[in-house]
């Protein structure tokens, strides 16, 4: 995907799909959390932490079915 898009390109994408991105009935919040910071990580890896943190909460809590 980084070859194809530059950064930001990539951060675009990974702030759509975040934005899509909810968990499946059958998913345990862990492996919710997991699949969103896999994302996030992916996609924001030219962040900060405390950045990347800050968009993975926000799009865990949007996403969460509990």
Known sequence: MKERFSDKDVSAVARRELNFTNQE???????????????TGDGFAHADTTTRNLIATEAFLKGCRV
Do not use: C, G, K, P
């Open 25 to 39: 009935e059958n998913e345990s919040l862990a492996e919710f959390a997991q699949r969103i910071q896999t994302i």
